[in-house]
């Protein structure tokens, strides 16, 4: 029987780059990574994703890729990655990948030999019109950043299709060759030893992508991702697709296929909406978006998974939100300006948009962790790391991590005038005062919740392989909600305002068998749990077990 691993546990996004560097050359590289496994391992991490290791001009971060089957030198050789995954596995720890294959960067040898020659068999890998497209300015992924989608190139003497950054030409996806090489680079990767992968920019990879095609929707094609999974599951049983796809309800379903046994397509889809309601909830300090929310969810198939985030690596999307909706999440964590990006979202780090409040902040992350499905954190997240809004659109969150309170924060020894990206000196999120070595000397510190709240997570699988009810709770800001499984039950209590209140579910459990025992909490509470009087801290939180079966 195949192991669903996925659906338990805790997912650590990291990028190499901007973990810890060991040669001093500034940038972060996979001995680093080696070098932390045993801090990652006791934080209570069991996937670590990376974000793009692949040759890149870096001009998106990694996102525009040069090859797709080597690892950039500046993270150091290849043997080094394996040297990683292998000190990974030693320790129980899987590793995703970034797979970004809807576009390469323009410096990729497939675009430089398909503008060069019109002849040349990879022409056919990109798209391309020989007139200006009548979609040209429709959809752009990144608005006010880049107003077109086809940008005429010189030596091709066409027009090329890019969704995201004109230095970023879409793939033709819809060409046999092309797939096969999407599938080849998979099971590449697969042989090496990863996990699975990150699917970037889902949707978009297997939308029409000819001329004009945007002006009108048309069906996706989930052809390719079943060829895919069908392919990674022959490679390696075990391994999981994860979607980066920010889409409604309604297509949700086509994502996973609707088998239930084997996945057909994805194994798991990050909870975008989910994400969504929990920002306007915790704006509002009203519980009622979350419950709305994951009742309105689709029930997924049996190999199906949610995977569940309040901050990544990108702008906090609010894109799903009505406009007035929108406004209001602006107002709460992002008023300035230049906090929000691409009209859209939010470019800021938790802990500063919550202004620190270690209340709201554990009891948001307790919100998470408890939601349907399996949780992403983002590095550094752990300490309550800032960002730098004096870097550009996405790059405000992407600092060095904050090891301790030397020069560069730990991360590096080489010159400060030398790094790629400076580290947060200043104000109250700077290396001096958020770190993981003044952090681990302090047992009440943030790091140490983290670490103690994800190991009880991993003993409750209810909260990734049960069913999740929203109850009726009364007042507003308040949520509680139950999973359960066929051996055993949790109970869950948020409250996201800052009153103290009383909650009354006895009623709900009239027949619970056994004493209700707690595991987690905001602070100290009456030994016994009495269902009929739950007390609740303002921005107060408990984790309740209710049954467990030997």
């Keep these: 029987m195949v192991e669903r691993w996925y659906r338990n546990g805790a997912i650590y996004s990291v990028d190499v780059g901007l973990f810890q560097d060991t040669n001093g050359d500034g940038v972060g590289d996979f001995n680093g990574m080696t070098s932390r496994l045993d801090y990652l391992s006791r934080l209570g991490v069991t996937t670590i994703w990376l974000n793009p290791i692949h040759p890149s001009p870096r001009r998106d971060g990694g996102y525009d890729v040069t090859d797709h089957y080597g690892v950039h030198p500046r993270f150091g050789s290849f043997g080094d990655f394996c040297t990683f995954l292998s000190g990974a596995g030693e320790r129980g720890m899987r590793v995703l990948l970034d797979f970004v294959v809807n576009h390469t960067s323009d410096q990729h040898p497939w675009f ?249 902040i554990e009891m948001a992350y307790s919100l998470q962790f408890t939601m349907p499905g399996t949780p992403v954190i983002r590095y550094g997240d752990e300490i309550g790391m800032g960002e730098n809004l004096e870097l550009p659109e996405r790059e405000a969150i992407r600092t060095p991590m904050q090891w301790d309170d030397t020069p560069n924060a730990g991360f590096s020894r080489a010159d400060p005038c030398d790094l790629p990206v400076p580290v947060i000196s200043d104000g109250p999120y700077g290396y001096r005062q958020v770190n993981v070595t003044d952090q681990r000397r302090d047992p009440h510190s943030l790091l140490v919740w983290f670490e103690r709240i994800l190991h009880t997570l991993r003993e409750c699988e209810e909260i990734g392989s049960g069913q999740h009810v929203m109850l009726d709770a009364g007042p507003p800001h308040v949520l509680v909600h139950r999973a359960s499984t066929e051996t055993g039950a949790l109970l869950f209590l948020h409250n996201l305002g800052d009153v103290p209140c009383r909650v009354d579910v006895g009623e709900q459990h009239r027949d619970q068998p056994g004493r209700p025992l707690s595991l987690a909490a905001d602070g100290e509470y009456d030994e016994k749990v009495d269902l009929t009087a739950l007390d609740l801290s303002g921005y107060g939180y408990r984790w309740i077990r209710l049954r467990r079966d030997p």
Excluded at 180 to 207: M, Q, S, Y
Excluded at 295 to 309: C, I, K, N, S, Y
Excluded at 340 to 351: D, H, K, S, V
């Design 112 to 360: 430089q030999a398909a503008r060069a020659d019109r002849s040349s068999p990879l022409r056919d890998w990109y798209l391309w019109s020989d007139t200006e497209p009548a979609d040209r300015f429709e959809g752009p992924v990144f608005p006010g950043i880049e107003n077109e989608i086809w940008t005429y190139d010189e030596a091709a003497g066409a027009w090329y299709r890019h969704r995201f950054y004109s230095f970023e030409p879409d793939l033709n996806t819809e060409n046999p060759e092309v797939r096969t090489e999407i599938r080849k680079i998979a099971e590449t990767w697969l042989r090496v030893g990863v996990a699975g992968f990150r699917v970037d920019a889902a949707p978009f990879l297997i939308e029409s992508k000819r001329p004009g095609s945007t002006l009108k929707p048309s069906k996706r094609d989930f052809s390719l991702y079943r060829e895919l999974c069908e392919s990674v599951s022959w490679r390696r049983g075990d391994a999981a697709l994860l979607a980066e796809a920010n889409v409604s309800n309604e297509d949700v379903l086509e994502y996973f296929g609707h088998a239930d046994g084997a996945a057909s397509r994805f194994h798991m889809i990050f909870a975008f909406r989910l994400n969504q309601a929990i920002m306007l909830a915790l704006a509002r300090q009203d519980a009622r978006p979350v419950i709305r929310t994951v009742r309105e969810l689709p029930d997924l198939p049996r190999h199906g998974q949610w995977a569940t985030f309040l901050r990544n690596h990108d702008e906090v999307d609010l894109g799903r939100l009505t406009p007035d909706e929108r406004q209001e999440v602006f107002a709460a964590f992002g008023p300035d300006p230049d906090m929000q990006l691409y009209n859209r979202g939010i470019r800021r780090r938790l802990a500063p948009m919550l202004r620190g409040d270690r209340r709201r």
